[in-house]
């Protein structure tokens, strides 16, 4: 199994707090057969979505993270060498489409446009998937799904996905959760109890709404679990938050000063 890619049991679905309908809308486009695209921001919660919606599903996950040095026969597969002799190997979206999993690329956008354009027959109604180096051409079993996700926000413009891939998609915008559901979900992925969480979450609000001016991007869900986590271990909580909620943001030492502002704004 390649390093990047990894599957995961149909045990019990991972914790997901919904933050409205997206389980709904997910769920009817597994059962009409469409692909699914997911925007939104780092850490918002969007793998965590896929993870429990495979989980609810039933269905096999393949995740791969995608990088510019993904090739097709990565995800495809390869003949490999083995004990003498060479045998094909199944890359993680074949196996998908044997088994009508889900196949889940991250960071879609990262992947290079000839690794896309394999996915285009898997996308459209004709859902197969053509293997050229063995002159296969599979049909996706019942329950292949492709997911895809990336972060419009902090790529680089010219990282876009074609508008021909784009478009046999159905897309669902993720963001960071609201204040109240925020609060729950930190509580529940860090054993911190909810009024200490509180005002980390108040203060990743203010932190979000430095994005774009001083900040590329706000602070993530992640990084205020791992704050919260932090100060459940024992951390204190002005440590914790300049660990896990600052020094990540950023190497610029005015910008981190006006982030501390914040903090003292908030903590007092
Ligand atoms: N709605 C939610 N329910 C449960 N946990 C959540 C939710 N939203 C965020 N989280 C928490 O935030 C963490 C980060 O979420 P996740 O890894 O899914 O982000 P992501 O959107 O995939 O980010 P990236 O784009 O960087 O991969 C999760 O590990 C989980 O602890
Ligand atoms: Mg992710």
Redesign the pocket.
């Known amino acids: 199994m390649n390093a990047h890619m990894k599957l995961e049991g149909a045990a019990e679905a991972p914790?997901?707090?919904p933050?409205g309908d997206e389980c709904d809308v997910f769920a009817t486009a597994a059962q009409a057969d469409f692909p699914v695209l997911l925007k939104?921001p780092?850490?918002?919660?969007?793998?965590?979505?896929v993870a429990h919606m495979a989980a609810k599903l039933g269905r096999p996950l393949y995740t791969v993270a995608c990088h510019d040095d993904l090739s097709a026969a990565d995800l495809i597969g390869r003949y490999l060498l083995k004990g003498g002799e060479t045998v094909w190997v199944d890359g993680p979206l074949t196996r998908a489409v044997r088994e009508g999993a889900i196949c889940y690329l991250?960071e879609v956008v990262e992947a290079r446009k000839d690794v896309t354009v394999v996915l285009h027959p898997l996308t459209d109604d004709r859902r197969i998937l053509p293997i050229d180096r063995t002159g296969e051409e599979l049909e996706a079993a019942p329950g292949f799904m492709l997911v895809a996700?990336y972060?419009p926000g902090y790529q680089n413009i010219l990282k876009t996905l074609k508008p021909s891939t784009r478009q046999r998609f159905v897309a669902m915008e993720?963001d960071f959760?609201a204040p109240q559901r925020e609060c729950e979900?930190v509580a529940r992925?860090s054993g911190l109890a909810e009024d200490r969480v509180k005002p980390l979450v108040r203060l990743a609000g203010k932190l979000r709404s430095l994005k774009g001016q001083d900040l590329e991007e706000g602070v993530?869900?992640?990084l205020v679990?791992y704050a919260a986590s932090l100060i459940a271990l024992g951390m204190s909580v002005e440590r914790a938050i300049d660990t896990a909620m600052i020094e990540p943001l950023s190497d610029d030492e005015d910008v981190k000063r006006g982030l501390r502002d914040l903090v003292t704004a908030v903590f007092g």
């Open positions: 914790f997901y707090l933050q939104g780092t850490g918002c919660g969007k793998t965590r979505f991250d996700s972060n993720f959760p979900v992925e993530s869900t992640r679990v």
